[in-house]
């Protein structure tokens, strides 16, 4: 048996990256992936979702193991508050995209991180999705994203690792995109 060591930078594993960008610039239409997701509601507002398997590389691929998360509300909506709301599960994704882009970006570039931190916000006036006022959008007002990073690099490089993060990120994408969501009822 032969140990094989890969060379990480942040624990990110750069030479794979490049070489999957390789060879997905070669056969572009491997690069075509599906995500799923599968919900089941529980009792009142409380969902479990879960994610395993997904489709790319041009066959179904699976996550090492099922991944479940519970959403619910809060008890101040009358809830019994088993799970982060929906929406903090958007923030939750948006943060975990872009923070992964930033580790991924520096080990691109060879830049040592010591610590990255994010803390987002988003803002939400309640009175759309309750139905008191029809002119009130049911969504977030805007989101805000607090980076504290400690790096090996100048603070123009930060600004940078920061930018191209924001620049390949799926989830920021399609949070600040319009995306086409088809919903059916299948009986």
């Given at each position: 048996m032969t140990n094989i060591t890969v060379e990480t930078e942040n624990?990110?594993?750069?030479?794979?990256?490049?070489?999957?960008?390789?060879?997905?610039?070669?056969?572009p239409e491997a690069a075509s992936f599906v995500w799923r997701a599968a919900c089941e509601w529980k009792n009142g507002t409380h969902t479990e979702s879960c994610v395993e398997g997904f489709f790319g590389l041009g066959e179904e691929q699976r996550h090492v193991r099922e991944f479940r998360?519970?959403?619910?509300?809060?008890?101040?909506?009358?809830?019994e508050d088993k799970g982060s709301t929906p929406v903090e599960m958007i923030l939750v994704g948006l943060a975990g995209c872009?923070?992964?882009?930033?580790?991924?970006?520096?080990?691109?570039?060879?830049?040592?991180?010591?610590?990255v931190t994010a803390t987002l916000e988003a803002g939400m006036?309640?009175?759309?999705?309750?139905?008191?006022?029809?002119?009130?959008?049911?969504?977030?007002?805007?989101?805000?994203?607090?980076?504290?990073?400690?790096?090996?690099?100048?603070?123009?490089?930060?600004?940078?690792?920061?930018a191209q993060s924001q620049k390949r990120s799926a989830?920021?994408?399609?949070?600040?995109?319009?995306?086409?969501?088809?919903?059916q009822v299948n009986q």
């Open positions: 624990g990110v594993n750069v030479a794979a990256l490049l070489g999957a960008r390789e060879a997905l610039t070669e056969a998360y519970d959403t619910d509300h809060p008890e101040i909506f009358a809830s872009l923070t992964a882009g930033i580790a991924s970006v520096a080990s691109n570039r060879a830049i040592r991180l010591n610590s006036d309640i009175q759309g999705i309750l139905g008191i006022d029809g002119d009130v959008r049911n969504g977030f007002n805007g989101v805000t994203v607090s980076y504290q990073i400690d790096a090996d690099a100048t603070e123009e490089e930060i600004a940078a690792l920061v989830v920021f994408d399609i949070i600040t995109n319009p995306t086409n969501v088809n919903v």
